[in-house]
């Protein structure tokens, strides 16, 4: 029995492969997406998704076994593709018989995908472009996420709309598509659905619940921004790899421009290698991100934020959040 018959018909996919009650994901925000707000988000009916980030196998390890312990309900773990102990760190989730395994930041690693199926995971993949998407999805990936720029953290040139368009017409039918990036309330989730989308991914709008740890002074930049105020880190030379970051604009994202500018030194000096200088710019953001999130420092650490922001006004539980957005999506789709 469902108060959103409309919706969960259109959800049914999703539903049946996340194992929740909505089709809901909160997508994995590095520092933000712990075992708290992950077991929120699931216990709320949604789909939690742990960050590993830079974590050790070890602090992962410790990270499920926690998550475990405060809900009964599937979650899920993302795991960064160039994380230089990806092996270890799948082996963690099979230790642990996580069921979803989202895989992020890049092309999965020769073996990785065969890896997570091996302890019988589902693998969760994102594509930039349809005919990656094609491929991973050949190759083994049992869902896809396709984001739009106008999302939090690292993001694509591509807007949700028109990734869309170009995805869920050729895909939708014989595949599972979540779409993510830009979304702030439901009446964006019923257009998605009826497109052939079975869920949708939210970062954003989830980063400042009642139960995110993130610093009190992270949520109120939230609170105070505007859509125009989150927006994407600017690449200063062409040679260095640097996938855009989205942010609420502050000092650290001038911070950011320097920081660039030094490793782009490094590189003419040939004191550093490019993968060396891409991991650099990496650490960085998760240096930068954690200053906001855990310390509260919104001067100079990184305020990653989708266009979404301004859709965030309070503080507001889980349950709440998520009622909403369900609730928005099935008066919605009752007007059609
Ligand atoms: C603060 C923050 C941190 C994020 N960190 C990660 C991350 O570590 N790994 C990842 O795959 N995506 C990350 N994302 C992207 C989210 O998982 C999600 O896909 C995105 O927020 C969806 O778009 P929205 O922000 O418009 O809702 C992050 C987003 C935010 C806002």
Not at 108 to 115: D, F, H, L, T
Not at 140 to 154: F, K, N, P, S, Y
Not at 243 to 257: C, Y
Not at 283 to 302: C, F, K, P, Q, T
Request: negative net charge; charged residues 20%; proline residues 4%.
């Amino acid at each position: 029995m469902t108060f959103y018959p409309r919706t969960a018909a259109l959800m049914q996919r999703g539903i049946d492969f996340l194992g929740s009650q909505h089709a809901i994901l909160c997508g994995a925000m590095s520092w933000v997406s712990e075992r708290n707000l992950v077991a929120a988000i699931s216990n709320a009916g949604g789909f939690g998704v742990i960050a590993c980030g830079a974590m050790t196998p070890e602090l992962l390890d410790a990270e499920i076994a926690a998550t475990k312990a405060l809900t009964d309900r599937p979650f899920g773990v993302n795991l960064i593709t160039m994380h230089p102990q990806l092996t270890d760190l799948v082996a963690v989730c099979g230790r642990h018989a996580v069921g979803h395994v989202v895989l992020a930041g890049g092309i999965p690693p020769k073996g990785s995908v065969e890896a997570i199926k091996a302890f019988g995971a589902k693998v969760v993949v994102f594509a930039p472009t349809l005919a990656l998407a094609k491929k991973l999805l050949r190759s083994g990936g049992d869902a896809l996420v396709i984001e739009g720029m106008e999302a939090g953290g690292h993001i694509g040139p591509v807007s949700t709309s028109v990734l869309a368009q170009e995805f869920l017409p050729e895909l939708a039918e014989d595949h599972l598509v979540f779409v993510a990036g830009g979304i702030g309330r439901g009446e964006a989730i019923a257009g998605y659905l009826e497109m052939g989308a079975v869920g949708v991914q939210l970062g954003t709008r989830f980063a400042c619940a009642t139960e995110s740890i993130a610093h009190p002074a992270f949520k109120q930049a939230f609170f105070r921004a505007n859509a125009r105020d989150a927006v994407a880190s600017v690449q200063v030379d062409p040679r260095l790899p640097v996938i855009p970051v989205r942010a609420l604009r502050n000092k650290g994202t001038d911070l950011f421009t320097a920081k660039q500018r030094e490793v782009a030194g490094l590189l003419d000096s040939e004191s550093l290698e490019m993968a060396e200088a891409q991991l650099q710019i990496e650490h960085y953001w998760a240096g930068a991100l954690r200053r906001a999130v855990i310390d509260g420092d919104v001067e100079n650490g990184s305020l990653m934020a989708g266009q979404s922001v301004g859709m965030v006004k309070q503080e507001e539980p889980v349950a709440a959040i998520i009622d909403q957005l369900m609730r928005e999506c099935e008066t919605a789709l009752g007007r059609r």
